[in-house]
């Protein structure tokens, strides 16, 4: 199962998730909203791919900036069932933490304002 679709906004920065999709794009300060491709492999990996160590889960191998104007915006932990649960972070927090054990994660995404969606398959 792939998580929901993201869309963003490049005008204004919002951030759209697709609960169910009719088949429109959704529209924002007037123009189409940009579908968030999730990347598995990229340049920058390294700070932005799931990286899971024991019972935790940190963004970034080497861990990613969580400054103003640069950071991971949320993690989702995505399983079987149709479970999703998303922990939402701030500028100055560590971007890790434990993974729930409340059903089968199949996935985990991360997204970062500036480089987008990241997702590593577990
Ligand atoms: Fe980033």
Known sequence: ??????YLCESCGNEVEMLKDAGNVPLCCGSAMQRMEEKQKDSGQEKHLPFVEGEYVQIGEVIHPMEEKHYIEWVEFIGE???SLKKFFNPGEVPRVKIPKDFKIIKIRAYCNLHGLWSLEV
Not at 1 to 6: E, F, L, N, P, S
Request: aromatic share 12%.
């Open 1 to 6: 199962m792939r998580g929901k679709d993201i």
């Open 81 to 83: 069932n149709g479970f």
